[in-house]
């Protein structure tokens, strides 16, 4: 770790916690901009690992581990959000600079402060309620009502985690099915379809907002993005006061996932958001003047961050375990462009890669 102040020279190093395939491609866009990236990741030749400087085999919570990523990085940022809060207390206690903060993690690392955070700040989202026990899951549906959502608080992702309350009688049901875990209780939102906004914040409080994307889940994976989105200027106006509020309330640095309801009528709900570059920005690596991720390098080091304009439209389809077999196909079609995550077993549902397939903005 040095004591170089901020904007970061090219040569610097740039800590990721997280060796899957959004730390890979981290790593790469920060090699494009001179900095060398170090990886912590329990797994050895994880595919983040692989196209890095350096990798640190260890866990999160190996505090000597820990020490050897401070002392080698000039700044530290995360590929998931349920890095442990520990893990970011111990770098930031070592005085190693951690972006995105911990106050986005706490957040995004528990639904129900995620859900009540953005309640204080004014992003409208669906009504929600905590559970902690079948006393409160009573409370809740009879608050909420039913049809509604059941999920864990904490973790729980692709559709894991949950299970849907159809009637009141069902809800001891659902809670076993999600462990009696602490949870929330979401109403269901009549929406038309899901968006989600990509959007990053400086070190010097600048915002800039990519296009929307419309969102299509298959089995509560995320399957396709399409981008940009067809929206009215008052729908993207929306989407984008509500990335700056939840940006500038976290003080947050870096770039942000935000999924959205779109209802009848064109208002918009937030489902959650996720502290790190996101499935849903993938588009913006072939569309785009500067893509999601030299996005968020720029951000963490300081730099001013790039255009968001759109180049193209783009649709972006989730390789899932064995779609991946078919690259040399992918790799034939002119208007595709294929990423590859290189993972090794390509087991069903697993994301293997994506394809991001071009057309002309006037198409």
């Known amino acids: 770790m040095t004591d170089a102040p901020f904007p970061l020279v090219p040569g610097s190093t740039i800590g990721i ?51 050897r990523l401070a002392e080698a990085c000039d700044v530290v940022t995360y590929e998931f959000e349920n890095v442990p809060a520990d893990t970011v207390a111990e770098l930031t206690a070592l005085g190693c600079v951690v972006a995105p903060g911990a106050k986005a993690l706490a957040a995004a690392q528990d639904r129900v402060v995620e859900k009540s955070f953005m309640a204080e700040i004014g992003v409208p989202t669906v009504a929600f309620a905590a559970v902690q026990d079948s006393d409160s899951l009573a409370a809740a549906v009879a608050k909420i009502g039913a049809p509604s959502l059941l999920k864990t608080r904490r973790e729980g992702y692709d559709g894991k985690g949950q299970a849907w309350i159809q009637r009141a009688g069902d809800a001891e049901a ?40 419309e969102n299509h889940h298959e089995g509560g994976v995320l399957r396709r993005t399409v981008a940009p989105a067809r929206v009215t200027p008052a729908t993207r106006d929306q989407a984008e006061a509500i990335a700056a509020k939840i940006l500038t309330a976290l003080d947050y640095v870096g770039v942000i996932g935000v999924e959205l309801f779109e209802l009848a009528g064109g208002k918009l709900l937030v489902n959650e958001f996720a502290p790190r570059v996101h499935n849903t920005g993938h588009w913006t690596q072939d569309g785009c003047e500067v893509d999601q991720f030299e996005q968020h390098i720029r951000a963490v080091a300081g730099w001013p961050l790039g255009p968001t304009q759109p180049l193209a439209h783009v649709e972006m389809t989730n390789l899932l375990g064995p779609d991946v077999e078919a690259w040399k196909k992918l790799a034939a079609e002119p208007e595709t462009r294929v990423h590859l995550y290189g993972k090794g077993e390509a087991r069903p549902g697993r994301k293997m890669g994506h394809v991001n397939r071009l057309r002309g903005l006037k198409d």
């Open 174 to 213: 659902a809670f076993e099915k999600i462990g009696r875990q602490a949870a929330i209780l979401e109403a269901p939102a009549d929406f038309g379809r899901e968006l989600s906004v990509i959007a990053a914040r400086g070190r010097d409080g600048e915002i800039a907002c990519y296009p929307l994307s």
């Open 17 to 67: 916690l997280g060796g899957g395939q959004l730390g890979r491609m981290l790593a790469l866009a920060a090699a494009r901009l001179g900095f060398d990236v170090v990886i912590l990741d329990p797994e050895d030749g994880s595919p983040a690992g692989r196209v890095a400087a350096r990798q640190i085999v260890a866990a999160y919570d190996d505090r000597w581990a820990l020490k």
